[in-house]
T-cell receptor, first 115, second 113 residues
Framework: AQSVTQLDSQVPVFEEAPVELRCNYS??????LFWYVQYPNQGLQLLLK??????LVKGINGFEAEFNKSQTSFHLRKPSVHISDTAEYFC?????????????FGKGTRLSVIA | GAGVSQSPRYKVAKRGQDVALRCDPI?????LFWYQQALGQGPEFLTY????????KSGLPSDRFFAERPEGSVSTLKIQRTQQEDSAVYLC???????????FGPGTRLTVT
């Protein structure tokens, strides 16, 4: 079984400042890792994913994340945020099995970008 | 192209009523997932279909919850005798069966009064 901890429930940040949203996971097996974004009254949109290979993963909207196996972390970063980045961000994990498996999500981090 | 659609977007039910929530996945997607998202929480897995076969229903919280996908496309999540604790957003996701590529619908917000 897997679990995900998002250490910050809310992160306020000024526009054009950098941001890091933290995510730690626990699993007895190897995992795939994901970050999703949820805008108000919308479904989840995939920002980026780590499956294998380079531990630095680049996604949409200028976001990137780094997989750190020793620290079981997958923190999301953006060097300069925009007002439009205001949303809920979810870190998720799935077991590294064959085929599709359900995602296990963290509780989310609400990013508020201040003008 | 068309994404995952869900209907209704909002549903208010009186305690004890039955409800049916519909999910139209992306055409051709083999896998379909249902998740429940309580207020202020992340989504939690309910059940998973591959084509018409329900391969995992371990997340369904009680026997009042039932899901089907009879022709391997549209899926319906049914909740019988709704309770207040069923109030949540119900999310559907479909996947072409490649790892990680789950595409989510906008969700159905269920409020049980």
């Amino acid at each position: 079984a897997q679990s995900v901890t998002q250490l910050d429930s809310q992160v306020p940040v000024f526009e054009e400042a950098p941001v890091e949203l933290r995510c730690n996971y626990s699993s007895s097996v190897s995992v795939y890792l994901f970050w999703y974004v949820q805008y108000p009254n919308q479904g989840l949109q995939l920002l980026l994913k780590y499956l294998s290979g380079s531990t630095l993963v680049k996604g949409i909207n200028g976001f990137e994340a780094e997989f750190n196996k020793s620290q079981t972390s997958f923190h999301l970063r953006k060097p300069s945020v925009h007002i439009s980045d205001t949303a809920e961000y979810f870190c998720a994990v799935s077991g590294r099995n064959s085929g599709n498996t359900p995602l296990v999500f963290g509780k989310g981090t609400r990013l508020s970008v201040i003008a | 192209g068309a994404g995952v659609s869900q209907s209704p977007r909002y549903k208010v039910a009186k305690r004890g009523q039955d409800v049916a929530l519909r999910c139209d996945p992306i055409s051709g997607h083999v896998s379909l997932f249902w998740y429940q998202q309580a207020l202020g929480q992340g989504p939690e897995f309910l059940t998973y279909f591959q084509n018409e076969a329900q391969l995992d229903k371990s997340g369904l919280p009680s026997d009042r919850f039932f899901a089907e996908r009879p022709e391997g496309s549209v899926s319906t999540l049914k909740i019988q005798r709704t309770q207040q604790e069923d109030s949540a957003v119900y999310l559907c996701a479909s996947s072409p069966d490649r790892v990680g590529e789950q595409y989510f619908g906008p969700g159905t917000r269920l409020t049980v009064t």
